[in-house]
């Protein structure tokens, strides 16, 4: 099967109630997005808040893959051989991050694949993460990271915890709202900044204030 292009992907226009402005703060630079579970529109919503905020940002917007699901934007663009995201945090001789970047023709960001991850069977450390992702927010204004879901075997709780803000994506109509409650407490657990949610196939902003109440 040929590889996707990002023309080719469903990138969803920007809602009346679009979470993009609420994340244009000078504090706010590298943004994960994770769900409770899979198939609730992570990536859709990633491209999304990357293509939204390439279009009203000043400076440049890099979006990384750091799924390893086997419908990953680094898997239907056909990129899994290529170097990415983990070979820049557990290579012992990491590539150069130029020779990482994909700059997409058809957008206005630049993406980073998952990387080689059949090479590497450690886990991510905290250090490594925050040393990669400070090495990323200093070459661009906004980081959106498109992540695996909160009850994944994966490295999402280490890595909620050294972004600057995590949203959590729920699917309208078929992510429960206990579900929901209990991944946004497990993120407050690990000490994550929980900034606000995004509903597929709507989009609505939810204040921090409300995940007080849950």
């Known amino acids: 099967m040929a590889a996707a292009t990002f023309a080719s992907l469903k990138i969803q226009p920007p809602s009346e109630s679009n979470l993009a402005v609420t994340v ?5 630079r590298v943004i994960l997005l994770t769900a ?3 198939n609730s ?5 990633s491209l999304s808040m990357a293509s939204e905020l390439a279009r009203t940002s000043r400076g440049r917007v890099l979006l990384v893959d750091t799924s ?3 419908q990953s934007l680094t898997r239907r663009l056909g990129l899994d051989q290529q170097p990415g995201f983990l070979d820049l945090a557990l290579a012992s001789t990491p590539p150069q991050l ?5 700059d997409s023709q058809e957008q206005d960001f630049d993406f980073l694949p998952l990387g080689r991850r059949q090479q590497y069977a450690e886990r991510l450390t905290p250090e490594q993460l925050r040393d990669l992702l400070q090495l990323l927010a200093g070459q661009y204004r906004f980081v959106i990271i498109d ?6 075997s994966g490295d999402i709780l280490t890595l909620s ?3 600057d803000g995590v949203v959590l994506v729920v699917r309208s109509e078929e992510t429960r709202w206990e579900v ?6 497990r993120l407050i657990q690990a000490e994550a900044k929980l900034i606000g949610s995004v509903f597929n196939a709507r989009k609505y902003y939810m204040p921090k204030w409300v995940y007080d109440r849950l």
């Open 98 to 102: 130029s020779s990482c970047i994909h």
């Open 36 to 38: 409770a579970n899979r």
């Open 68 to 70: 390893l699901g086997e």
């Open 180 to 185: 929901a409650q209990a991944a946004a407490q």
């Open 41 to 45: 529109g992570v990536t859709s919503s």
């Open 161 to 163: 915890t050294q972004v």
């Open 147 to 152: 992540g695996d879901p909160v009850y994944s």
């Open 24 to 28: 244009l703060d000078q504090e706010l």
